[in-house]
């Protein structure tokens, strides 16, 4: 297996510029632009001959080349379309390269994935669409492998928070419910083209087993994370008063006088499930 070359580290560089292309703000674009990050994340993916591959936001090809290098295709999804055409032409891995030129957000994966194939995804994510993008994906989590994203480092906090923490919060347990979470590396301002101005962190997601994700009605759950986070001051006697009572928590062995924050992913999954199960009598009482 042949060892990828690092990008060099670009000096002179007009503000907001690389390579020639102007960052676009409309597209959060920040590009990475750190050797030593770039081999972090490539390590972390480990890409090899024969992986299925997906790459979100490719960019500039930081990751991108060194990727391809070591593997013999990829699947990347670019909104912008200079982008796109940038990487349709580049003069090493082009070739490698199936490229779909589209919103990743709108974008239909089983356009790529076929059954029984599981794949590799990864990508530096713009931040404006992080969280949506991340649940969008959490739709085809029976055909990943796993998924290392760049995100800002407060979101990569809530996603892996534990219960009994401030960043512990609805993307914490949704997140929690369907993936295993693992920090890979932090990644300051100065690794990027244009520097954002916030911090950066990597995660690795590994879906957990199918069993698992099917306790329970996803919406059921998104429905009770709201409630229960949207006042997360409020004790669950009063966040969670429009959804369950103080007697069905006791009945689950849930103190009511607790905040949301102080709740295991497990009584999440417990309060979602009793409702699943007594919705339509439940609905029959709102008749």
Same mark, same amino acid.
């Given at each position: ?107 239909? *994966? ?24 991340? *649940? ?12 290392? *994203? ?117 009584? *999440? ?19």
């Amino acid at each position: 297996m042949s060892k990828h070359r690092p990008s060099k580290k670009v000096t002179n560089v007009k503000k907001g510029i690389h390579q020639g292309h102007k960052a676009k703000k409309r597209f959060g674009q920040n590009f990475l632009n750190d050797p030593d990050i770039i081999d972090r994340i490539v390590r972390a993916i480990s890409p090899k001959v024969g992986d299925n591959l997906l790459e979100i936001g490719p960019g500039l090809g930081a990751i991108t080349e060194p990727v391809a290098e070591l593997t013999d295709k990829l699947n990347v999804v670019e909104l912008d379309r200079e982008l796109a055409d940038r990487l349709k032409t580049h003069p090493f891995y082009g070739s490698k390269l199936n490229i779909y030129q589209g919103d990743a957000l709108q974008f239909d *994966f089983n356009e790529i994935i076929k059954p029984g194939e599981k794949f590799k995804i990864f990508g530096n994510l713009p931040y404006n669409i992080s969280t949506p993008l991340l *649940f969008h994906l959490y739709n085809y989590l029976d055909c990943i492998e796993n998924m290392h *994203f760049m995100l800002q480092k407060e979101v990569v906090n809530r996603m892996c928070a534990a219960p009994n923490s401030k960043a512990f919060g609805r993307l914490s347990v949704m997140t929690q419910y369907y993936c295993k979470t693992i920090p890979v590396t932090e990644v300051p301002p100065s690794a990027f083209i244009p520097p954002p101005k916030v911090d950066s962190a990597v995660i690795r997601l590994i879906p957990k087993p199918h069993a698992e994700r099917n306790q329970v009605n996803p919406a059921t759950l998104n429905t009770v994370c709201l409630e229960a986070f949207n006042q997360r001051r409020k004790t669950l006697r009063n966040s969670l008063s429009n959804i369950v009572s103080q007697d069905v928590l006791a009945e689950l062995g849930i103190d009511a006088n607790l905040r949301a924050e102080n709740l295991t992913l497990n009584q *999440f999954i417990e309060i979602a499930q009793w409702l699943d199960k007594n919705k339509e009598e439940l609905s029959k009482n709102d008749d």
